[in-house]
């Protein structure tokens, strides 16, 4: 590729990437998507049984794809994906940091357990998981067809608005924000690209718990948005042509506020 816009139907063939959340939602809906563009997908989750299934389809489709079962909480784990991922495909182009975690309550009634493992899966293992990536980014962004590389970090609207009953999921999505534009600035001029995605209330298993708060404020299930929606935005981010950059896209249900 030469950065221009490639009309072939798999504009990220002989791409390599590697989804974190991967077994279930935006991180499986993600991993398709990729895969139906041509890349090389490594799927990283804790649940290696859902991960089998969602490989199997998308080799059942053609696609190209490695099952890596880790816990992220932990960042050794987190290193030894990332390593697995760019021994197997021998580069890697594309790391989408989708897995997370989350947990609603006042904070006088809330486990400090769970704000734990919040800022585990939903800051530090970004963090750990963009710094081990970040060699192999820059290689593929210095020697690749396309020029450029992507790093993708799945934050939330619940980053641009704490809300009462929200506030360290809220802050853990804060400091991603934070974070990604940081580091946009210290790797844009070497053609990595960083994108921050913040979906409104989507349908997964992590906001099946907040239907009847949803609902309550006049927005059905039905009127939320789906994981394919948001996984959308992301292949829409890292199809860019090499000289564009999107930074960061909001992606509501259309009856959301805020």
């Known amino acids: 590729m030469n950065g221009t816009e490639d009309t072939s139907g798999t504009p990220l063939a002989g791409c390599a990437a ?14 398709r998507g990729l895969a139906r563009l041509g890349a090389a997908v490594a799927l990283v989750a804790r649940r290696a049984e859902r991960l ?21 909480g932990d960042p050794r784990q987190g290193q030894r994906a990332v390593e697995e991922a760019a021994a197997r495909f021998g580069r890697l182009d594309i790391l989408v940091n989708s897995a997370g975690y989350s947990v609603s309550g ?20 970004v963090l750990h998981l963009s710094r081990a990536a970040l060699p192999h980014l820059l290689r593929a962004a210095a020697d690749g067809g396309r020029r450029v590389a992507d790093l993708v970090n799945i934050s939330s609207v619940a980053g641009r608005v704490a809300r009462r ?38 349908s997964t298993e992590m906001t099946a718990g907040q239907t009847g708060v949803a609902v309550a404020h006049g927005m059905p299930p039905e009127s939320w948005l ?23 896209i909001t992606v509501r249900p259309t009856a959301q506020e805020r």
């Open 52 to 72: 089998e299934e969602l490989a199997a389809g998308i080799r059942g489709q053609g696609g190209s794809c490695l099952t890596l079962t880790a816990d992220l």
């Open 18 to 31: 590697l989804v974190t959340g991967a077994s279930s939602g935006i991180g499986a809906a993600t991993a």
């Open 106 to 125: 006042p904070v006088e009634e809330a486990d400090p357990e769970d704000w734990r493992r919040m800022l585990d899966l939903n800051v530090a293992a």
């Open 226 to 248: 789906r994981a394919e929606d948001i996984a959308r935005a992301v292949v829409f981010t890292v199809t860019q042509p090499a000289h564009a950059a999107v930074n960061e």
């Open 165 to 202: 009953d929200n506030a360290v999921y809220s802050a853990t999505k804060h400091a991603v924000g934070a974070f990604s534009e940081a580091l946009r600035q210290e790797v844009t001029g070497r053609g990595v690209r960083v994108a921050l995605v913040e979906p409104g209330l989507t």
